[in-house]
């Protein structure tokens, strides 16, 4: 697996998921959101479950999964740091 390859994919996903996350809260609110070429595909209840379709769905592992939520994640000391 070419892992700047899996990487892009991610950041897409991420970047394209933060534009449509206030669109989709309301309806999907922790829920996951499982994304391939910065589309969501699909939405489940738990992460095991949206990275399961994943691995059925795209042998080659280029997708990732995003928690719908509208909650800041808190990175600890990290966070602070980066301020």
Known sequence: MDHSR??????QNYDS???ALGAIVQDHRN?????RDR????????P???YRAGLDRFSDTLFS????TDE???LG???HVLL
């Open 39 to 46: 589309e969501i595909i699909a939405y489940f209840a738990s």
């Open 31 to 35: 829920e996951y959101a499982l994304m």
């Open 65 to 68: 999964i995003q928690e719908v």
């Open 17 to 19: 998921f933060q534009r």
């Open 77 to 79: 000391f990290l966070s």
């Open 72 to 74: 800041p994640i808190d």
């Open 48 to 50: 095991g479950d949206a």
């Open 6 to 11: 899996q990487r892009d994919q991610i950041d």
